[in-house]
């Protein structure tokens, strides 16, 4: 079964729907044209139901099958939102609002699982019910937890669920899947190194926070070098030093660090904040320093469960033919927030081929509309498959 030939006519129709949302991107839950958007066009599609501001600003499509003789029901998830950000593509579809784009393919996500529904609202070749899950602040909002807090999968009795991500890189007609750990936690540390500041020119009447900012870095390396297991995964990443003062002469009171710490497992995770923390301050306190730690825990790991995902593998290379799904290939260390919804329910995360474009959350960075006809029949034959008609 290869891509669905009525998905491949509707080529052209979701290739503007996905155009129309890359010209108007909207951020985290401010989602007020994108999700009115997807709301009518569920509703022009002849959705079931249509129930809008889940999880404040989500969308929840219902289609039914032709039979519902075991009560089965799938849950298909897209993210809508876009990232502040300002795009550099200078294509004709390119943001048309300053500050905001596309930079990470989610209006490409939310055209796929319209082209989905439309196609199986048009066919309904399945027994049971899929829910359309279209999720608003997947970057940095946890707007999957929201949508779970409202009551997502009770309310809609979703037994398991699916989601799928563009991957720059891979190519266009392939597809990425794997059993357990696939991507990782992320958490965020801001330290405030407190010193006592002054006159460059009398370093002796002060105390500096920047050498003990720049120890500080250096040896927080050694969480990964020296903390954990070498054959487990730890990424600890500095990203901010900054002082209050951009004069060259000035030495600052404070030093501000920032950055982020992936985990691929729980246990790793919390060792990983303890010696962060002993770390900082005891370096802190060797330069005659104090330190001030704020540590938020952010996206959980993500975790495929492996039936969930052998299902997703088969349908992947059902639609794109044999030798083109990579399976059980190591886990990115990049998160996601569909990690809250494999935490509530089974199911599994894959990607799907971008193809040769700029990287994810790059300005030049533009979801690739080839990739959409195996989207869209991915997640047709999931439900097909996974609730056989007959």
Excluded at 28 to 42: G, H, N, W
Excluded at 150 to 167: P, Q, S, T
Excluded at 191 to 209: F, L, M, S
């Amino acid at each position: 079964m290869p891509v669905k030939n009525r998905l491949a006519e509707l080529h052209d129709d979701i290739t503007a729907w996905r155009r129309d949302l890359h010209e108007n991107p909207e951020i985290l839950y401010d989602l007020a044209r994108t999700s009115a958007l997807v709301a009518q066009k569920l509703r022009d599609f002849g959705c079931d139901e249509v129930v809008t501001g889940v999880g404040r600003a989500g969308v929840v499509g219902l289609i039914r099958g032709r039979s519902d003789s075991r009560g089965a029901c799938v849950g298909l998830r897209a993210d809508m939102d876009a990232l502040p950000m300002s795009e550099k593509t200078g294509l004709p579809h390119a943001s048309k609002t300053p500050g905001k784009m596309h930079a990470c393919g989610h209006d490409g996500h939310t055209a796929m699982l319209l082209g989905a529904a439309r196609y199986l609202a048009e066919t309904r070749n399945f027994d049971g019910t899929v829910v359309l899950i279209f999720q608003p602040a997947e970057e940095g909002g946890a707007g999957a937890l929201a949508m779970i807090e409202d009551g997502l999968m009770d309310r809609f009795g979703i037994a398991e669920v699916y989601g799928m991500h563009n991957e720059p890189g891979l190519p266009v007609g392939e597809f990425g899947v794997a059993p357990g750990p696939i991507m990782a936690a992320a958490d965020e540390l801001r330290v405030v190194i407190r010193g006592r500041g002054g006159h460059a020119a009398q370093p002796h009447n002060v105390i500096d926070p920047v050498p003990a900012a720049c120890a500080t870095v250096m040896a927080l390396q050694t969480v990964a070098s020296r903390s954990v297991d070498p054959l487990k995964s730890v990424v600890v990443s500095i990203c901010v030093m900054q002082t209050e003062s951009a004069a060259t002469n000035v030495i600052d009171d404070t030093v501000t660090l920032a950055g982020t710490v992936r985990t691929l497992d729980e246990a790793v995770r919390d060792l990983a904040e303890a010696r962060i923390k002993a770390i900082v301050t005891a370096t802190a306190e060797a330069y005659g320093c104090s330190a001030q730690i704020t540590y938020d825990r952010g996206y959980p790991v993500t975790v495929n469960h492996e039936d969930n995902a052998r299902l997703a593998a088969e349908v992947a290379e059902a639609v794109a033919g044999p030798g083109r799904v990579r399976w059980g290939r190591p886990p990115r260390m990049g998160a996601e927030d569909f990690s809250y919804m494999l935490q509530s329910r089974p199911g599994a995360f894959v990607h799907i081929g971008n193809g040769n474009t700029a990287k994810v959350h790059h300005p030049e960075y533009d979801f690739n509309d080839a990739a959409i006809p195996y989207g869209c029949s991915f997640l047709a034959e999931l439900v097909e498959r996974r609730m056989p008609a007959g």
